[in-house]
């Protein structure tokens, strides 16, 4: 799964996230696949949409700490963890 992807191919979550935050009033679920997320894209999204936000999907992401997950999670309205 790792290192199959070019570097260059446009992966960074940061343009998505702005657009989202703007755009998409009535957005309930995110899922980004194979993206760099890094803590301030998740505090962007988290004060964006935090609010209507009910399931947030990062599968085979990178670069964001625990930091994050916790801004985004006392930004939703609900949230819930799933192992």
Not at 13 to 38: A, D, N, Q, Y
């Amino acid at each position: 799964m790792y290192n199959l992807i070019s570097e260059d191919w446009g992966r960074f979550l940061k343009p998505w996230v702005e657009e989202i935050g703007r755009s998409f009033r009535c957005l309930k679920v995110v899922h980004f696949r194979r993206m760099i997320v890094t803590d301030e894209d998740l505090m962007v999204l988290g004060c964006g949409r935090g609010e209507g936000l009910q399931v947030l999907k990062l599968d085979k992401c990178s670069g964001f700490s625990n930091d994050g997950l916790l801004h985004i999670s006392r930004s939703c309205m609900y949230w819930f963890l799933m192992v």
